[in-house]
């Protein structure tokens, strides 16, 4: 059974850092993995989708890495600023399951102004 | 302006009784997933679509049903079998279950019992 994880639960950083999250799966039969962005009390916004064959994807100051043989994945964001705040959260499609997508429990995000 | 609509965005129940929530998208999109979030826990699936008039069961199905009777539309009911309603409830759709999919998220209705 696919599980995701997410290391650290939580993460407060100056503003103006650098700082990767980090998201594991056990099984590496996926077909992608996205990464969303939630804000207190809202839904999910989508940040990035890298498909299986992919080793990264970028869009702006995010860049978001696939590692599918060691089941992993990172989240780089670059000169972090305050509104970056939020729950990250990472989400696989399993190739046995591929009409669910499984999530992992989020990184809360402080940046510290 | 293409989106998902949930409504209502907070919603009370009293025990013992049914709510349904309402989830709406102009996306086009075949596939629509109706997920709970809890404090500190990931999201659980709890019944998606693929097609109209067609659903499956997710991780925490009982105590919950839905309809399909259009591709836009996917209502969720909380029955009084659910004991324990109270609740972050996101509605979510995807072009299909294909490889290249993204699942987009509408804002969310807070369920809470009275």
């Known amino acids: 059974k696919q599980e995701v994880t997410q290391i650290p639960a939580a993460l407060s950083v100056p503003e103006g850092e650098n700082l990767v999250l980090n998201c594991s799966f056990t099984?590496?039969?996926?077909?992608?993995l996205q990464w969303f962005r939630q804000d207190p009390g809202k839904g999910l916004t989508s940040l990035l989708l890298?498909?299986?064959?992919?080793r990264e994807q970028t869009s702006g100051r995010l860049n978001a890495s696939l590692d599918k043989s060691s089941g992993r994945s990172t989240l780089y964001i670059a000169a972090s600023q305050p509104g970056d705040s939020a729950t990250y959260l990472c989400?696989?499609?399993?190739?046995?399951?591929?009409?669910?997508?499984?999530f992992g429990p989020g990184t809360s995000l402080s940046v510290i102004p | 302006d293409g989106g998902i609509t949930q409504s209502p965005k907070y919603l009370f129940r009293k025990e013992g009784q049914n709510v349904t929530l309402s989830c709406e998208q102009n996306?086009?999109?075949?596939?629509m997933y109706w997920y709970r979030q809890d404090p500190g826990q990931g999201l659980r699936l709890i019944y998606y679509?693929?097609?109209?008039?067609?659903?499956q069961k997710g991780d925490i199905a009982e105590g919950y049903s839905v309809s399909r009777e259009k591709k836009e539309s996917f209502p969720l009911t909380v029955t009084s079998a659910q004991k324990n309603p109270t609740a972050f409830y996101l509605c979510?759709?995807?072009?299909?279950?294909?490889?290249?999919?993204?699942?987009?998220f509408g804002q969310g209705t807070r369920l809470t019992v009275v």
């Open positions: 979510a759709s995807s072009p299909g279950t294909g490889v290249r999919t993204e699942a987009f």
């Open positions: 996306l086009n999109h075949d596939a």
């Open positions: 099984d590496s039969a996926i077909y992608n």
């Open positions: 890298i498909q299986s064959s992919q």
């Open positions: 679509s693929q097609i109209v008039n067609d659903f």
């Open positions: 989400a696989v499609r399993p190739k046995t399951s591929y009409d669910k997508v499984i």
